[in-house]
């Protein structure tokens, strides 16, 4: 007895945003359309890395994530220094 899964659309449609109950009615000379917001910028020094994808083995991941909280740092932390260690064996210098 499997019931009908709901269509993704109708997920959408929960988790929309929903829109404030209207106001009680203005006369129409004081409506006033939305101003437009501003279209937000990158902010000086923002972040311009990139993301990668590494594949580990649930084992190696627990390891990894071990040694973090061992470390009072992060997985991600330590991914970096990593790969800024095989940069530098190899030559590139950090930019």
Do not use: C, N, W, Y
């Not at 590494?54 to 009072?72: F, G, H, S, Y």
């Amino acid at each position: 007895m499997s019931a009908e899964r709901q269509p993704l659309t109708s997920l959408a449609d929960r988790l929309a945003k929903k829109s404030p109950a209207p106001e009680t009615e203005k006369p129409v000379e004081t409506q006033t359309a939305p101003e437009p917001q501003p279209t937000p910028t990158k902010a000086k020094g923002a972040d311009t890395r990139v993301q990668i994808i590494v594949r580990m083995t649930p084992a190696e991941r627990k390891a990894l994530r071990q040694i973090a909280l061992d470390q009072d740092t992060t997985a991600q932390a330590l991914a970096e220094d990593a790969i800024r260690d095989v940069l530098r064996r190899h030559g590139f210098k950090a930019s």
